[in-house]
């Protein structure tokens, strides 16, 4: 059964630092992988998809990262703003199965 | 392209009672899956439908049910409500399974 981990559940820094976030997961067959953020009370949305095949996708100041074998993604926050604050959710995908979340990292940046 | 868009944002029921859900995709999108979130058990899956088909069921018992139309509109339906149903209910949508996932801003569901 996937287990998908997130650390550390809630993170403070200030505004600027440069910041990663990781999701682990236990079964390393997956199809893909996604990463989300969250604002209180809304909706997800997505920041970055990366295949079972890539090691890497960018996004602006983002960049996830992948190693199947070793069962981990990073979310990596370039020069972090407050708008930034948000709860970041990894998830898996096995083939056309279901998506897998983790239970997310709380991240607040204060000015 | 507009986005997800789920009705009703918010509900307030009472135990024993059902309740429905409607999610819209966005346009040319032909998967949605539904989610529930709660504070304790974080984002679970429920199910997925594709081309009015269920591809995909969560562990969710008998009560929920959904469907998908012909437009790709979709509806949950949960039975007997419950307390422990209050929740924030998120509808994706995606142009096929396995591809990224839009979500919309959810329905937030009360039970009393």
């Known amino acids: 059964k996937q287990e998908v981990t997130q650390i550390p559940a809630a993170l403070s820094v200030p505004e600027g630092e440069n910041l990663v976030l990781n999701c682990s997961f236990t079964?390393?067959?997956?199809?893909?992988l996604q990463w989300f953020r969250q604002d209180p009370g809304k909706g997800l949305t997505s920041l970055l998809l990366?295949?079972?095949?890539?090691r890497e996708q960018t996004s602006g100041r983002l960049n996830a990262s992948l190693d199947k074998s070793s069962g981990r993604s990073t979310l990596y926050i370039a020069a972090s703003q407050p708008g930034d604050s948000a709860t970041y959710l990894c998830?898996?995908?096995?083939?056309?199965?279901?998506?897998?979340f983790g239970t997310g990292t709380r991240l607040q940046v204060f000015p | 392209k507009a986005g997800v868009t789920q009705t009703p944002r918010y509900l307030i029921k009472t135990r024993g009672q059902q309740v429905t859900l409607s999610c819209s995709p966005i346009?040319?999108?032909?998967?949605v899956s539904w989610y529930q979130q709660t504070p304790g058990q974080g984002l679970q899956f429920l199910f997925e439908?594709?081309?009015?088909?269920?591809?995909n069921k969560g562990n969710f018992p008998g009560r929920f049910s959904g469907r998908q139309f012909s437009n790709s509109r979709s509806e949950m339906n949960v039975s007997t409500l419950e307390l422990g149903d209050s929740a924030l209910y998120l509808c994706?949508?995606?142009?096929?399974?396995?591809?990224?996932?839009?979500f919309g801003p959810g329905t937030r569901l009360t039970v009393l």
């Open positions: 994706a949508s995606s142009y096929q399974t396995g591809d990224t996932q839009y």
């Open positions: 079964d390393s067959a997956i199809y893909n």
């Open positions: 990366i295949q079972s095949s890539q």
């Open positions: 998830a898996v995908r096995r083939n056309t199965d279901k998506l897998i």
């Open positions: 346009s040319g999108h032909r998967s």
């Open positions: 439908y594709f081309s009015e088909t269920q591809r």
